[in-house]
């Protein structure tokens, strides 16, 4: 662990990455804690990754870095020990670099979604709870809501196969939470869901401008979308459209932030100042 008087160099590892908002992030975070903090873009070409890694590790350029888009299953084989999560979810996202040389690998995606439902007030426990898509942000959201003993959770993908395995690899986690894996969601379901969360990239910029929540939800529900630019995505609009309360993917992108911050840096008193404070600061 860094001590006050040492700057930690950290940054954000992906290609692309030049739309990231991981640094004014974590700048606003440093001035906010008072902490000497050189964060940065690392961006990697998926050829010269290996190299990259090497590199970094060898000669302790960076003592932590977060990960994203097209390495965090790359980083799930790379690493030296994982955490639960990450072992669990089978993706890296957040990387600590130990003075010994050796990577240790954690996914804050669970920290995330589980801070933000709490955040929401949302009651998991015995409720049904719809995710569309089947990728890692979406076995992610699937890991807390076994984890807080959902009743039933309807993974949604178009590529039936992926949504499948994923609901395999749960059910063995979470044997008391039922996991259906389907392409469409059907018309009807026996227990009204109390979650919708979109886990795709529908509504991002670059992809279609699409909604896939049901036109006609029964009885209150989250719309909980993780596409946090922009503000307000199809699916966000559809929700209140219906009168259901809805937040995007910044409450969750902040809490990865923090969650990072502490494996890299240590306990941040008042989190939930902390973290208010950084959600004003974007938004103004």
Same mark, same amino acid.
């Given at each position: 662990?860094?001590t006050?008087?040492e700057?930690?160099?950290a940054?954000v590892m992906?290609?692309p990455?030049n739309?990231?908002?991981s640094?004014?992030i974590?700048s606003?975070? %440093?001035?906010?804690l #008072?902490?000497?903090?050189?964060?940065?873009?690392i961006e990697v070409?998926p050829e010269?990754?290996?190299?990259?890694?090497?590199?970094?590790?060898q000669?302790q350029?960076?003592?932590?870095w977060?990960v994203t888009?097209?390495?965090k299953?790359?980083?799930?084989?790379r690493?030296d020990?994982?955490?639960?999560?990450?072992?669990?979810?089978g993706?890296?996202?957040?990387?600590?670099l130990? !003075?010994?040389?050796?990577l240790w690998?954690?996914n804050?995606?669970?920290?995330?979604?589980?801070k933000?439902l709490?955040?929401?007030?949302?009651?998991v426990?015995g409720?049904?709870?719809v995710?569309f898509?089947?990728?890692?942000?979406?076995? %992610?959201?699937?890991y807390?809501?076994?984890?807080?003993r %959902?009743?039933e959770v309807?993974?949604v993908n178009?590529t039936?196969? !992926?949504?499948r395995?994923?609901?395999?690899?749960l059910r063995?986690?979470?044997?008391?939470?039922v996991?259906?894996s389907?392409?469409a969601?059907?018309?009807?379901?026996d227990?009204?869901?109390r979650?919708f969360?979109?886990?795709?990239?529908l509504g991002?910029?670059?992809?279609p401008k699409?909604?896939?929540?049901p036109?006609?939800?029964?009885?209150?529900?989250l719309a909980?979308?993780?596409v946090?630019?922009?503000?307000k995505?199809p699916f966000?609009? %559809?929700a209140q459209?219906? #009168?259901?309360?809805?937040?995007?993917g910044?409450?969750?992108?902040?809490?990865q932030a923090?969650?990072?911050?502490?494996?890299?840096? #240590?306990?941040i008193p008042?989190i939930?100042?902390?973290?208010n404070?950084?959600?004003?600061?974007?938004k103004s």
């Amino acid at each position: 662990m860094a001590t006050l008087r040492e700057k930690f160099y950290a940054g954000v590892m992906g290609f692309p990455v030049n739309h990231s908002r991981s640094p004014q992030i974590f700048s606003d975070l %440093a001035r906010i804690l #008072g902490y000497p903090l050189d964060y940065r873009r690392i961006e990697v070409r998926p050829e010269n990754w290996e190299m990259s890694v090497t590199t970094i590790q060898q000669l302790q350029l960076f003592q932590g870095w977060n990960v994203t888009l097209p390495y965090k299953e790359r980083f799930f084989a790379r690493v030296d020990h994982l955490s639960p999560e990450a072992q669990a979810i089978g993706a890296v996202n957040v990387i600590r670099l130990a !003075r010994d040389g050796s990577l240790w690998g954690y996914n804050t995606d669970v920290f995330g979604v589980l801070k933000t439902l709490e955040e929401q007030k949302v009651r998991v426990q015995g409720a049904s709870a719809v995710i569309f898509g089947a990728g890692g942000a979406a076995l %992610a959201v699937s890991y807390v809501l076994g984890k807080l003993r %959902a009743s039933e959770v309807w993974l949604v993908n178009r590529t039936l196969f !992926r949504a499948r395995t994923q609901a395999m690899r749960l059910r063995k986690l979470f044997p008391r939470t039922v996991f259906h894996s389907v392409e469409a969601l059907p018309q009807r379901l026996d227990i009204p869901p109390r979650l919708f969360v979109n886990a795709t990239p529908l509504g991002m910029s670059g992809f279609p401008k699409k909604s896939l929540l049901p036109k006609r939800v029964e009885g209150e529900a989250l719309a909980l979308d993780l596409v946090y630019h922009p503000e307000k995505t199809p699916f966000l609009q %559809a929700a209140q459209k219906q #009168g259901l309360s809805a937040v995007n993917g910044l409450d969750m992108l902040l809490w990865q932030a923090l969650a990072s911050w502490e494996i890299w840096v #240590g306990k941040i008193p008042q989190i939930q100042k902390v973290k208010n404070q950084l959600k004003q600061g974007l938004k103004s």
